[in-house]
């Protein structure tokens, strides 16, 4: 049997390595952190298109049972006028499996035990520093070198490693760095905002200095996000502004807008989480004979479109049904980078594209009437109706 070895235990990483067991392909999962999710706090969404991609696999069931639906979405500007109102995405295609809500902790968390209900190893503790191609009696195998000094054989390595990934600078040294948006996202939690929010909706509030957008779980709490324009946070430090003070500065944002934006941040206590927005608008090198990267580690959307997640499962199936049809690893990771290049580069231009729609300081920005048909990326069929026939 081939055996992969799968680099990073996050979203990817879980959802590869089931895809690619129904494949009849034994994998195994290194991960570089000694335990589990990254960005505690951090809320998204899995569309329709994510949601119809774990399905088949059958991993779609704890996904659902985790998170919370919604329905439509409503736009507001600045002065607190109603610019209109839309299905979102995947709710008017036919499907029972609507976009849902959930924490990101919450997503990685469910994947994995499922996938170790399925009996797929993790390695914890595992960070990549190499991986060479060798060649034996048996054909071309790789074997990963990590941190500790421990080192991993076989016939293929998938770098689900994300947006700073190891294995797409083995791939290719000059491959692209992720690009800061000048954007940071900013995510909280509050139980007393004191504003009634429709449920099986998201508000999305366009500020004069700043993007809002928030949910209303089903216990009650109010779930919301802002982008704001911001120098790129250090991640090899521990955070210089805490958690109170970018309640303020979030606050402060909107607090010259007509709108419960404001009084919604301050509501909220600790529970507030920053992180930096980025893209990779194209990486010219996805693979070698034996090495292939996937999701963040291969495309990187900025978070406006909401698709990271999605995007990420879908590639994980689609590479694992490659690998099962095609006759070598080389072979499978053409015909996947056929598949997936043109679809996914389209998702992070579109998200692009609707950050600089959101973005503060803005010059000649579409009407109000154009803000509100365009911002919502799950308008498209194109989008959240893409099936993997397996």
């Not at 802002?226 to 003070?245: C, F, I, Q, W």
């Not at 049809?325 to 072979?331: Q, V, W």
Request: hydrophobic share 40%; aromatic share 6%.
């Amino acid at each position: 049997m081939t055996k992969a070895l799968i680099i990073g235990g996050g979203i990817a990483g879980a959802v590869s390595a089931m895809a690619l067991q129904k494949a009849g392909i034994d994998a195994e999962i290194f991960e570089a952190y000694p335990t589990g999710a990254d960005d505690v706090g951090a809320f998204l969404v899995v569309f329709a298109n994510g949601l119809e991609a774990l399905r088949v696999i059958d991993a779609h069931g704890p996904v659902v049972a985790h998170s919370f639906p919604a329905q439509r979405v409503e736009f507001f500007g600045n002065g607190g006028e109603r610019l209109g109102e839309r299905p979102i995405a995947g709710t008017e295609q036919g499907t029972d499996l609507g976009p849902r809500t959930l924490r990101r902790a919450t997503l990685y968390q469910v994947l994995h035990t499922e996938a170790a209900r399925r009996g797929i190893a993790v390695r914890h503790g595992k960070r990549l520093v190499g991986a060479e191609t060798v060649h034996g009696a048996g054909g071309k195998r790789v074997v990963a070198t990590f941190a500790d000094g421990s080192r991993a054989e076989g016939d293929l390595l998938i770098g689900a490693d994300g947006l700073h990934s190891v294995t797409r600078t083995l791939i290719d040294p000059a491959a692209p760095r992720p690009r800061y948006t000048g954007q940071n996202t900013v995510c909280g939690y509050t139980r007393d905002a004191g504003t009634p929010l429709a449920p099986d909706t998201y508000t999305m509030i366009f500020g004069k200095r700043a993007f809002f957008g928030c949910t209303l779980a089903p216990d009650g709490e109010v779930w919301w996000f802002a982008n704001v324009p911001g120098t790129e946070l250090d991640r090899s430090r521990p955070p210089a502004v805490t958690p109170g003070a970018w309640r303020e500065r979030v606050a402060e944002l909107f607090a010259d807008d007509d709108t419960p934006a404001a009084a919604i941040v301050r509501a909220t206590g600790d529970r507030v989480i920053a992180s930096n927005a980025y893209d990779i608008a194209t990486t010219p090198t996805w693979h070698t004979d034996t090495m292939v990267v996937l999701g963040d580690a291969a495309h990187a959307a900025a978070p406006n479109a909401a698709q990271g997640a999605s995007m990420a499962i879908e590639d994980s199936i689609v590479l694992a049904k490659c690998l099962r049809d095609g006759p070598d690893p080389h072979s499978a990771f053409a015909a996947y980078e056929e598949l997936r290049r043109e679809r996914v580069e389209k998702v992070v231009a579109a998200s692009a594209g609707m950050a600089k729609l959101t973005a503060s300081g803005t010059t000649g920005r579409p009407s109000s009437q154009d803000r509100a048909e365009r911002g919502s990326a799950g308008a498209d069929n194109w989008l959240t109706g893409y099936r993997i026939e397996w």
